[in-house]
């Protein structure tokens, strides 16, 4: 529908006007059933605010966008409102993780030090609304980079928690938190997650993504065509740097029932994707069609290198009318593009699956094909 600028300019100006209050990278937003939005993670920003943002800082703010309030051309505004959640109790930023002994190299301020001996939002978080009314944190969505090649800044950490929220305007909204269950195996970056529609929406199933064992990869002349340096790192390792190899799991988490308050995780299968190291999977998508059959779109073996070109297509197996848990694996044809960093996929109306991707140019594709 039609929004008037001024609204428009509400909407995409969240106020200013703390330190607690900056811009966003990378951030999720989660719809609540009174139409709210709950929007949390991602960095700080590199905005020119006081304190200066240190490496990998992650917003410790979670905003409510209110959509009534929004409406009301008084104060469009007044919509968004923030709490800050950094020393809540049970909140991951007042979480102390098992260990973290940072490196000389790191050269950290006492801030970011202090900050890194406990838990955070992550960078790219994926969560849920759960029937219960409970937001589930997944914790997939860790971070690499070139910056941080030796990992160190890196939270390695099993850990999932769940937010509660209460009330329903600006004055009387409260969070809560609480730790949930543990993943399986330490928590990975860029996988994709999707509530299963073969199991009427009772388990969320976490398909690939990176393990993050160092800061990335290298692989000498793998961008040649690349002549600029940016600020942080030096050309020739930029030309070299392929981000982390993705992987071909599949973690299961079953929802909370009567049988078990939080739910749990499973790992279910390490080779979930295919037989093959080539099968690897990173930054990529699930689609869940109305078919409930589910396509895994875009991504690679890493983050800004070895596409994998081919969607796969996940068919349910049912034994007499009953979801058996297995899906049957088929390739389809080859995209003509690579979609690697940050690209996208959705679900169009006349059923067509729509793809894009992140800027086009290196290290975020491959060769010198236009990305459209």
């Given at each position: 529908g039609y929004m008037p600028n001024d609204h428009l300019t509400a909407f995409l100006h969240t106020p200013l006007?703390?330190?607690g209050c900056r811009l966003r990278w990378y951030p999720h937003a989660v719809p609540l059933l009174d139409g709210r939005m709950v929007v949390m993670g991602g960095y700080i920003g590199f905005d020119k605010m006081v304190p200066d943002m240190y490496p990998f800082e992650?917003?410790?703010?979670?905003?409510?966008?209110?959509?009534?309030?929004?409406?009301?051309?008084?104060?469009?505004?007044?919509?968004?409102?923030?709490?800050?959640?950094?020393?809540?109790?049970?909140?991951?930023?007042?979480?102390?993780?098992?260990?973290?002994?940072?490196?000389?190299?790191?050269?950290?301020i006492p801030r970011q030090c202090e900050a890194y001996k406990r838990d955070a939002i992550k960078l790219y978080p994926q969560n849920y609304l759960l029937p219960d009314g409970r937001i589930y944190l997944t914790r997939e969505g860790d971070f690499n980079s070139l910056?941080?090649?030796?990992?160190?800044?890196?939270?390695?950490t099993k850990f999932t928690y769940f937010l509660n929220v209460?009330?329903?305007?600006?004055?009387?909204?409260?969070?809560?938190?609480?730790?949930g269950p543990d993943r399986p195996a330490l928590v990975t970056n860029s996988g994709t997650t999707v509530l299963d529609p073969n199991t009427n929406g009772q388990t969320i199933m976490l398909?690939?993504?990176?393990?993050?064992?160092?800061?990335?990869?290298?692989?000498?002349?793998?961008?040649?065509?690349?002549?600029?340096?940016?600020?942080?790192?030096?050309?020739?390792?930029?030309?070299?740097y392929a981000g982390s190899r993705g992987s071909r799991k599949l973690e299961v988490y079953t929802l909370p029932d009567s049988n078990s308050k939080d739910g749990s995780w499973q790992m279910k299968d390490t080779a979930f994707l295919g037989d093959f190291y080539s099968d690897d999977r990173t930054m990529h998508y699930a689609i869940i069609l109305p078919t409930k059959q589910i396509l895994i779109v875009n991504g690679g073996n890493y983050d800004f290198a070895a596409p994998v070109f081919y969607p796969l297509l996940l068919t349910p197996i049912y034994?007499?009318?009953?979801?058996?848990?297995?899906?049957?694996?088929?390739?389809?044809a080859p995209s003509p593009q690579p979609r690697l960093y940050h690209n996208i996929a959705l679900l169009l109306a006349d059923g067509r699956v729509y793809g894009n991707d992140h800027f086009g140019q290196p290290p975020c594709k491959d060769g010198d094909s236009p990305l459209n």
């Open positions: 006007v703390e330190y992650i917003n410790h703010r979670v905003e409510f966008f209110d959509y009534d309030t929004f409406l009301n051309r008084s104060d469009p505004q007044a919509a968004w409102y923030d709490i800050d959640v950094k020393d809540y109790p049970n909140s991951p930023f007042n979480t102390s993780l098992p260990q973290w002994a940072p490196k000389a190299t790191t050269n950290c910056r941080t090649v030796n990992a160190t800044c890196i939270r390695r209460s009330g329903s305007t600006a004055n009387d909204t409260k969070v809560t938190f609480s730790r398909i690939g993504g990176m393990n993050i064992t160092t800061g990335g990869t290298m692989l000498p002349g793998l961008y040649p065509q690349l002549q600029e340096a940016s600020d942080f790192v030096t050309t020739s390792s930029a030309r070299q034994k007499s009318g009953t979801f058996a848990g297995n899906y049957i694996r088929t390739r389809l």
